[in-house]
């Protein structure tokens, strides 16, 4: 098998966009964007070692790889139309690129999304997707849109993915049920998409909680000029069933834990009750979890009002 087998036989399945003229097979593929609609372009790498362990089931590689890219699409409002994989492999194993097919398509069918090209290199592995969306102008989610008095939502959950990179590392043990959770999170996340497009209506900012929710709000707080406010007790944990027992590490992992693909947003206090509304008719649980208000930077403060004195970092490749 050589490289053009190989993504033929991978990475060459029917096409289920209609607006994507020209998929995989020439030297560029072509896109027919819906006239009015702004394109959102991102990209994410995951290589291993850094983002993924070596032993990690080629199917949740797959999964994740455009899961985390289909979330940044969720965190600015955007519909995910179309995406290209860039695949650097040490060698050809059929049975992981089965695999690792089955799961990247199985994503890219739940959430509608078509794989119209890439690139395929032989070396150390690495995954690379670029993905393109569509939004109207009037439903873009920026970072730089909250405005001070603005109430904060989180949705689901921080800090069960990063509990499960812990209990991988040997830093704690979580029970055999908490474990499947929290490696689901970890491995198999599930970009808010439908929650992104419909808060296009309704709320000022968002992100997507990639590096941990501490650092990832202070995106938000940094790029509108105001402070993001945040109480300590209001934050969901993780639905554990031995929370108690491990609670320290679970405060840690809720503040500073990435990986877990939930969206933080912010929206005027108007819009409670339509926010209510949104989370019951979609079956995703949001919860308020702060303010914004004049100043910089994160406060996070605890049951009796007063600010925590070490927050966790986010995660900072370079730092
Ligand atoms: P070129 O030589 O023009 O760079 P390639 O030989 O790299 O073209 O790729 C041939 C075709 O296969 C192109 O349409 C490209 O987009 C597609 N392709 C290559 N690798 C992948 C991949 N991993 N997944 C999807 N499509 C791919
Ligand atoms: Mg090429």
Known sequence: MDEFDLIQRYFHRPLNSSQCVLGVGDDAALIQPTTGKILAVSADTLLEGRHFFADVEPYKLGWKALAVNLSDMAAMGATPKWFTLCLTLPRINETWLSAFSDGLYSAANLYGVA?????????????????????????????????????????????????AVAHRKGLLVLRDEDLAHACDRLDLP????????????????????????????????????????????????????????????????????????????????????????????????????????AGSGVEILNAEGHPLTSLPQGFNHFS
């Open 115 to 163: 794989l119209v090209g890439g690139d395929t290199t032989s070396g150390p592995l690495s995954i690379s997707i670029q993905i393109l969306g569509e939004v109207a102008p009037k439903a873009i989610l920026r970072r730089d849109g909250a405005k001070a008095g603005d109430d904060i939502w989180l949705s689901g959950a921080t800090g069960a993915a990063a509990m």
């Open 190 to 293: 599930l970009p808010r998409v439908e929650l992104g497009i419909a808060l296009g209506k309704l709320a000022n900012a968002a992100i997507d909680i990639s590096d941990g929710l501490v650092a990832d709000v202070g995106h938000i707080a940094s790029r509108s000029g105001v402070q993001a406010r945040v109480w300590f007790d209001q934050i969901p944990l993780p639905a554990f069933s031995s929370a108690a027992l491990v609670l320290p590490q679970c405060h840690d992992a809720c503040l500073g834990g990435g990986d877990d693909y939930e969206l933080c947003f912010t929206a005027s206090p108007n819009q409670r009750a339509a926010i209510a509304a949104l989370a019951a008719e979609i079956g995703v649980p949001l919860t308020r979890i702060g303010e914004m208000t």
